[in-house]
């Protein structure tokens, strides 16, 4: 590992982070507040793109890109904690069956996400 490779999970965590309060924020605003659709959606969305790119980068970038891009940047988009805290409130709440449902839409869709993104990709190149 050298100093190159830090800088680029740096700075993909930073845009990735930046990038998950905007579209959150903004999914959330939209959808309302009675259920944590921001989160969600970053979560989707962030599943989507690491199986499309996961592949892509198999083939083109270079270790950096890929620290730079999936590991900061996506890795900062996505957000397992958020959810895990959003999922415990709601459970303290009493809201279990929100709880159940905030569980199983994530896992459900963010791993569907990431399948999809993979067969995009395998779609687009011909594989």
Known sequence: MNIFMLLAVGMGGFLGAISRFLLSTMIQKFAGA???WGTLGVNVLGSFLIGFLFLYFEQVI???QKALLITGL???LTTFSTFSLETVLMLQNSLYVRA???VS???LF???ATLIGMMVFRRMIGG
Request: charged fraction near 0%.
């Open 105 to 107: 839409i994530n896992v």
């Open 62 to 64: 270079s270790p950096t």
């Open 34 to 36: 009675t259920f944590p």
């Open 100 to 102: 159940l449902a905030n």
């Open 74 to 76: 996506l890795g900062a």
């Open 110 to 112: 963010s791993v569907g």
